[in-house]
């Protein structure tokens, strides 16, 4: 078999990279390599939602900017014969919480955000308190709030661009790369567990937590590693008014979920590797208190249900490596080491990775500085008091 891009993982990056491919020029052959075409274990369906402009690097708020418009806009521009693609966005906004020692960096990152468009509100604890009358904001500096932001169903992401990349003409083959061949400088073709194998120009490495084995077939390490965290969704019984997805330093991130909520506590401390265990005692030990302490009504919360996923933790500096050159290699690139970023951000880099493909260079938002040349300078880029 032949294709002119072959394209690792078929989540919500791979399919996005595919679409974007197809939209740019249809000419190109595109081929997605998916081993398991019901995302058992994927992150895409197992993620939060939530889509947020508040970052402090400019190239993460830009493709938050890119991205958020397109979401809007996804229903429509991904239908497939007359039907809608809704995900089920909600622009309930986004608000990040700080203690009174994080403040100037929070007003540092606002700044920028301002300076990048972003529509924020900086809010003082009395002006929380009075927008949000059951948090406690007693031991806050100040938050910053972005009306325009909210979340959205991450399945329904992933199935509205696998559909519409499928019904441009590109191929999804339920398949799992086991090899690779290198010639020199280059990838040549990708080898498949049915025994088939698939040549290509170009090869996209977008396996999310699993991106790490698809380098070590081409014996190239790179620091991204599984993270697994959890999702829990939660009641509550007495009433609090309306919440945005709301977000704290101490790694709280909450959102509403039909009649309760969801969200959770990720930790760094965590373990690396592929563990979809479920710690019965994490919600208790870690997130109720954290919750209880922000908002009194979750004293009495319950949780029914937890569910495990995977970061594609990038333990370099948390973001994203965009881009070829990976142990010389010209034609073999890197899209993945999202860190948890990756949903939000899979329209923006799906464009960016479908131009450096087809032109070589980025043309809507410049991701060079995501490149892998950073893990050769020992330069990390890493979010400034944003997790
Ligand atoms: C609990 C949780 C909450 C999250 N919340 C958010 C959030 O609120 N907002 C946000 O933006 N992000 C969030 N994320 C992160 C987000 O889910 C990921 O960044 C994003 O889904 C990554 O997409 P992906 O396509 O790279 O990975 P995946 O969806 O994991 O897709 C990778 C695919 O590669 C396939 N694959 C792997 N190896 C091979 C192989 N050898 N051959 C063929 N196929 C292979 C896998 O089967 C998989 O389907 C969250 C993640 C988790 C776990």
Redesign the pocket.
Known sequence: MRSDVVV????????AVAYFLKLLDAGTAVTV????PT?G???????????RRLFSLPENIELSNFSILFFDEFAETMGVDGVEADIGLRKNGYLFVVPPSARDVLKRNFDTEQRLGCNVVWLEPDELKHRFPSMNVSDLGAAVYSPDDG?LD?HRV?MGFRKKAESMGTEFLA????GLVRQGNSVTSAKLKSRRQVEASQFVN?????AK??CAMLDVKVPIEPLR???HYFECQDPIEPLPYLKDLERLAFRPESKGYTG?V?TLEEPRGYNFDVDHDYFEAVVWPALAHRFPQFERTRCRNT?P????QNDFDGNAIIGPSADGLGNFYM??G?S???????PGCGRAMAELLLKGRYETIDLARLGWQRLLDGTPLREQGII
């Open positions: 690792i993982g078929g989540g919500a990056i791979g399919a390599l998916e081993r398991d995302y274990q994927a992150s895409t369906p197992r993620a939060s939602g939530g889509v979340w991450p992933l398949d799992q790369v086991t977008a396996a999310g937590a699993w084995d698809i965290r959890f999702e959770g990720p569910l996923g995977l970061y594609d899209l993945a999202f948890g970023h990756g949903l939000m951000h899979a």
